[in-house]
């Protein structure tokens, strides 16, 4: 099946098969971002990041990117001082065939953690990656960077820049089935736009995107030590650099940049391993937003939720207990609602008078399924995506290095 998007004018992206892991895989991936482009970038939060993050961020500091170097297949995390310099040579093997600074490469990897990335095959794939580069690149570069992903994921949107509402392009895509949860950007993703846009504005709108979108889902609580959201502005529509965050320009941007990450987000989440269900955990009523997303949170990454959401179980005391056990200070209970879809299943501290199993049932043999809960201590509310937690999601895991 062939995935529709909108190319961006000025980006071009190329792939090309080293080897890495599996023979006759694409996969290697480059990026090419136009001269003068702007980039924002947010990166993993684990303590064990990978190599590529490391150097990554310090190329992203220092200059201006025009390539991003993306290979799956090998995390090249948890490999030491090796890793680093490995990463680095990857960069300056880019930087030697097109004559960009070395900073000017941005390196990201994903797949087994704790060995070394073949540097070799790498750069020996790296012209056949260049020749390749084309505008409409964007499917080939979605399947390139797959590793336990079923599908591809790319997303794309026109959205109006300046008075006389010109279209710019905004395309996306990301990998991501397992390592998922909450803790920057959980995943790999790539966007651009041809507007042009400030540098700080733009890091700003990516940081606000990320965190309703790719921040709020979880597939299994584990978060990846390769995480990396990038988005790069390359300036080619010809407007003047968005810089006013109260532009009807920049709330164009902010509108799009959102709506595309959350699509993709959610795309992560329906992929999820071994996942049938996509579930949204929905808390309203709380005190503040620190407080809705750790009810949330505890509902989204409850393992016995989980199993019973890929029973079709409406075990409604583990989503109880998930709300008592999220550590709220003077929770009433009498106070608090919990819905299955529609359908009230806890109220006045314990099961809703009119709840039946049969409802609740039918509410959890659906695909999509959403669970609301009231906690009714004041305004704020949060909301996770999720899904179910099946015999797949062991089997993938149990097999990935096999």
Same mark, same amino acid.
């Given at each position: 099946?062939?995935?529709?998007?909108?190319?961006?004018?000025?980006?071009?992206?190329?792939?090309?098969?080293?080897?890495?892991?599996?023979?006759?895989?694409?996969?290697?991936?480059?990026?090419?971002?136009?001269?003068?482009?702007?980039?924002?970038?947010?990166?993993?939060?684990?303590?064990?990041?990978?190599?590529?993050?490391?150097?990554?961020?310090?190329?992203?500091?220092?200059?201006?990117?025009?390539?991003?170097?993306?290979?799956?297949?090998?995390?090249?995390?948890?490999?030491?001082?090796?890793?680093?310099?490995?990463?680095?040579?990857?960069?300056?093997?880019?930087?030697?065939?097109?004559?960009?600074?070395?900073?000017?490469?941005?390196?990201?990897?994903?797949?087994?953690?704790?060995?070394?990335?073949?540097?070799?095959?790498?750069?020996?794939?790296?012209?056949?990656?260049?020749?390749?580069?084309?505008?409409?690149?964007?499917?080939?570069?979605?399947?390139?960077?797959?590793?336990?992903?079923?599908?591809?994921?790319?997303?794309?949107?026109?959205?109006?820049?300046?008075?006389?509402?010109?279209?710019?392009?905004?395309?996306?895509?990301?990998?991501?089935?397992?390592?998922?949860?909450?803790?920057?950007?959980?995943?790999?993703?790539?966007?651009?736009?041809?507007?042009?846009?400030?540098?700080?504005?733009?890091?700003?709108?990516?940081?606000?995107?990320?965190?309703?979108?790719?921040?709020?889902?979880?597939?299994?609580?584990?978060?990846?030590?390769?995480?990396?959201?990038?988005?790069?502005?390359?300036?080619?529509?010809?407007?003047?650099?968005?810089?006013?965050?109260?532009?009807?320009?920049?709330?164009?941007?902010?509108?799009?940049?959102?709506?595309?990450?959350?699509?993709?987000?959610?795309?992560?989440?329906?992929?999820?391993?071994?996942?049938?269900?996509?579930?949204?955990?929905?808390?309203?009523? +709380?005190? %503040?937003? *620190? &407080? /809705?997303?750790?009810? @949330?949170?505890?509902?989204?990454?409850?393992? =016995?939720?989980?199993? $019973? !959401?890929?029973?079709?179980?409406?075990?409604?005391?583990?989503?109880?207990?998930?709300?008592?056990?999220?550590?709220?200070?003077?929770?009433?209970?009498?106070?608090?609602?919990?819905?299955?879809?529609?359908?009230?299943?806890?109220?006045?501290?314990?099961? +809703?008078? %009119?709840? *039946? &199993? /049969?409802?609740?049932? @039918?509410?959890?043999?659906?695909?999509?399924? =959403?669970?609301?809960? $009231? !906690?009714?201590?004041?305004?704020?509310?949060?909301?996770?995506?999720?899904?179910?937690?099946?015999?797949?999601?062991?089997?993938?895991?149990?097999?990935?290095?096999?």
């Amino acid at each position: 099946m062939t995935l529709a998007f909108h190319p961006v004018p000025g980006v071009r992206l190329g792939t090309a098969a080293a080897g890495i892991r599996y023979p006759d895989r694409q996969d290697l991936l480059l990026i090419e971002i136009p001269v003068g482009a702007t980039c924002a970038a947010v990166f993993t939060r684990n303590a064990f990041c990978a190599a590529p993050v490391v150097v990554a961020r310090r190329h992203v500091a220092a200059a201006a990117p025009r390539y991003l170097l993306v290979n799956s297949g090998n995390a090249n995390a948890g490999t030491g001082h090796r890793g680093l310099t490995d990463a680095i040579a990857s960069c300056e093997a880019l930087a030697q065939l097109t004559g960009c600074a070395l900073e000017e490469v941005l390196p990201f990897s994903t797949g087994v953690i704790g060995e070394h990335l073949p540097v070799d095959r790498l750069a020996a794939a790296l012209p056949a990656a260049l020749a390749a580069l084309r505008v409409d690149g964007w499917e080939g570069a979605a399947r390139a960077i797959m590793t336990t992903d079923t599908v591809p994921k790319l997303v794309s949107r026109r959205f109006a820049v300046g008075s006389a509402g010109a279209d710019a392009t905004l395309t996306g895509i990301c990998k991501g089935a397992g390592m998922i949860r909450p803790d920057m950007a959980t995943m790999l993703a790539y966007l651009a736009t041809d507007a042009a846009v400030d540098r700080d504005l733009l890091q700003a709108c990516l940081q606000e995107a990320v965190d309703v979108s790719f921040n709020a889902i979880t597939v299994d609580g584990d978060t990846s030590t390769n995480d990396a959201c990038v988005l790069a502005a390359g300036g080619t529509l010809g407007n003047p650099a968005i810089a006013d965050p109260q532009s009807p320009d920049y709330q164009s941007l902010r509108d799009a940049v959102t709506a595309v990450c959350q699509e993709l987000a959610t795309a992560i989440v329906r992929d999820g391993e071994g996942a049938t269900k996509l579930v949204t955990v929905l808390i309203e009523e +709380a005190t %503040d937003a *620190t &407080e /809705a997303r750790r009810v @949330a949170d505890a509902i989204a990454h409850s393992p =016995l939720v989980k199993t $019973a !959401l890929f029973a079709s179980d409406p075990n409604w005391g583990r989503i109880l207990a998930a709300v008592g056990r999220a550590g709220l200070d003077g929770l009433d209970i009498d106070r608090v609602r919990i819905w299955l879809g529609d359908t009230l299943i806890v109220c006045d501290g314990g099961r +809703a008078a %009119d709840y *039946t &199993e /049969a409802a609740g049932r @039918a509410v959890m043999a659906e695909q999509e399924i =959403l669970i609301r809960v $009231a !906690l009714g201590r004041g305004q704020a509310g949060s909301r996770v995506l999720t899904c179910d937690l099946s015999y797949d999601y062991v089997r993938i895991n149990a097999e990935y290095r096999s």
